[in-house]
């Protein structure tokens, strides 16, 4: 298939010739003379390469690579202008542009351009492949399994990666949020900068700007010394906003601020510092809720939740408890320097068919008391912890000659609730729906159920 080459300038006369000059060469090449059009065109994957004027209406050329490389990085951006000066060029490669012409140049020039674009191309799609297998042989624990669920999120994971848009994870204490977040980090081209994560309900708001923003010394009583907050620290790298939903508003304010202009001011400092890290946030809560109540600004929400990325429960990824349990197993087996091999049959029945309020961080630690008990070279019933080894599958019984069988109505309702989600894969919309719930009852008595259970 020939490349695809994108020319966009406003000058019809121009744009045609270029476009005819290329076509001679065997290119697929196409023109266009608005950039907003040519970065929809750069979106919907129908151009390789993409040489723009600088000078246009709107959204001039530095705008549109700006944006091409924030969202599309591995299309090659070639800047042409016939203001050729050394600022221009430089503004240029500050925002991405992979090469500059100057006007008046011949067809050749602009043939030599996009062949090493073409080649740049190539070789970033290997290093991406190799990249990608890396990150899959080096798989985080929450991450394994081959549910359909888990595969949707691998898949939005390695689609992300190489953006710099804000992503926000979602899903119930204990599904691997950070991890996911390290993948993106490990899968991008920000790889070899410095992955950052910091709780945000775990500090007070005081601490928690100082952390995020730095201070310079003095700004308050044991300020000793300037410290560098973590968003300059995690420039060039990726900085992981864990627990959003639990930050005070007065914060959200002042984060919002720096998301907005990529800048920070240090405590106690007049002068603006810029920050270059990719932002990735991740929280427990429905902050859709949480802005219909008050607690969450909806324009900060508007800012974090670009690309949202929810984490299917352990209760709704099937067989991948017994894939998780063998990881667990074999890890901790291998610390303790103990000969424990497998799960017993009636072992696996009980993962099976325990709900895990507390998803993978509850099975881990499940696994890592049984191995410490194991007397066997499998895992028996007797090593799992009580409320698993005891639990009773989420059916709900209505009838039973046994009184100690019967349960509450929110029982009955939890159980159910958690059924209908196992069946629907973990899809919240899809489960509420069945429920004749609109989402955020949904959540509301998620959340309910998940404080009781902690």
């Known amino acids: 298939m020939s490349t695809r080459v994108l020319i966009v300038d406003d000058e019809r006369e121009m744009g045609t010739m270029l476009r005819d000059?290329?076509?001679?060469?065997?290119?697929?090449?196409?023109?266009?003379?608005?950039?907003?059009?040519?970065?929809?065109?750069?979106?919907?994957?129908?151009?390789?390469?993409?040489?723009?004027?600088?000078?246009?209406?709107?959204?001039?050329?530095?705008?549109?690579?700006?944006?091409?490389?924030?969202?599309r990085p591995d299309v090659p951006v070639a800047v042409m202008t016939a203001f050729g000066d050394l600022q221009t060029a430089i503004a240029t490669i500050r925002a991405g542009a992979f090469d500059f012409l100057a006007k008046p140049f011949d067809i050749d020039d602009l043939v030599l351009v996009v062949e090493r674009a073409i080649n740049q191309r190539t070789l970033r799609e290997e290093v991406k492949r190799l990249r990608m297998e890396r990150g899959e042989s080096n798989s985080s624990s929450a991450l394994l399994g081959e549910s359909a669920a888990l595969r949707s999120v691998a898949r939005m994971i390695q689609r992300v990666a190489d953006t710099d848009s804000v992503v926000l994870v979602t899903g119930e204490t204990g599904t691997g949020k950070e991890l996911v977040a390290r993948a993106i980090h490990e899968q991008s081209r920000r790889r070899d900068g410095t992955f950052v994560a910091i709780n945000c309900g775990a500090l007070p708001d005081a601490l928690l700007e100082s952390e995020l923003?730095?201070?310079?010394?003095?700004?308050?009583?044991?300020?000793?010394?300037?410290?560098?907050?973590?968003?300059?620290?995690?420039?060039?790298?990726?900085?992981?906003?864990?627990?959003?939903?639990?930050?005070?508003?007065?914060m959200q304010v002042k984060l919002l601020r720096a998301l907005e202009t990529r800048t920070v001011r240090p405590v106690g400092s007049n002068v603006e510092v810029p920050f270059d890290a990719r932002i990735i946030a991740a929280t427990h809560r429905d902050l859709d809720t949480a802005v219909e109540e008050g607690r969450f600004r909806e324009d900060l929400l508007y800012r974090l939740n670009v690309i949202p990325i929810e984490l299917p429960p352990l209760r709704g990824r099937g067989g991948d408890v017994l894939v998780l349990a063998q990881h667990f197993l074999d890890?901790?087996?291998?610390?303790?320097?103990?000969?424990?091999?497998?799960?017993?049959?009636?072992?696996?029945?009980?993962?099976?068919?325990?709900?895990?309020?507390?998803?993978?961080?509850?099975?881990?630690?499940?696994?890592?008391?049984?191995?410490?008990?194991?007397?066997h070279e499998q895992i028996v019933v007797?090593?799992?912890?009580?409320?698993?080894?005891?639990?009773?599958?989420?059916?709900?019984?209505?009838?039973?000659?046994?009184?100690?069988?019967?349960?509450?109505?929110?029982e009955v309702e939890r159980r159910y609730v958690a059924r209908v989600l196992e069946s629907a894969g973990g899809n919240k919309n899809f489960a509420a729906r069945i429920l004749g719930w609109d989402r955020k009852t949904l959540y509301r008595r998620l959340e309910r159920w998940s404080r009781r259970s902690t």
């Open 213 to 250: 923003f730095g201070h310079v010394r003095g700004a308050f009583t044991d300020a000793r010394e300037n410290r560098t907050g973590l968003f300059a620290e995690a420039s060039g790298g990726t900085l992981l906003l864990d627990e959003i939903g639990d930050m005070q508003p007065s």
């Open 382 to 410: 007797e090593d799992l912890p009580a409320k698993i080894r005891d639990y009773r599958r989420s059916h709900v019984i209505v009838t039973a000659d046994d009184p100690e069988e019967l349960v509450s109505m929110e």
């Open 21 to 71: 000059g290329l076509r001679g060469r065997g290119y697929d090449a196409s023109c266009c003379g608005s950039s907003d059009v040519a970065f929809a065109e750069v979106m919907d994957a129908r151009a390789d390469v993409v040489i723009t004027d600088i000078r246009m209406p709107n959204m001039n050329g530095i705008e549109l690579c700006d944006r091409i490389v924030a969202n």
């Open 331 to 375: 890890r901790f087996s291998q610390r303790a320097d103990k000969k424990v091999r497998g799960l017993s049959q009636a072992v696996a029945e009980r993962l099976l068919s325990y709900a895990w309020p507390g998803n993978v961080r509850e099975l881990q630690n499940a696994i890592e008391r049984a191995v410490a008990l194991a007397q």
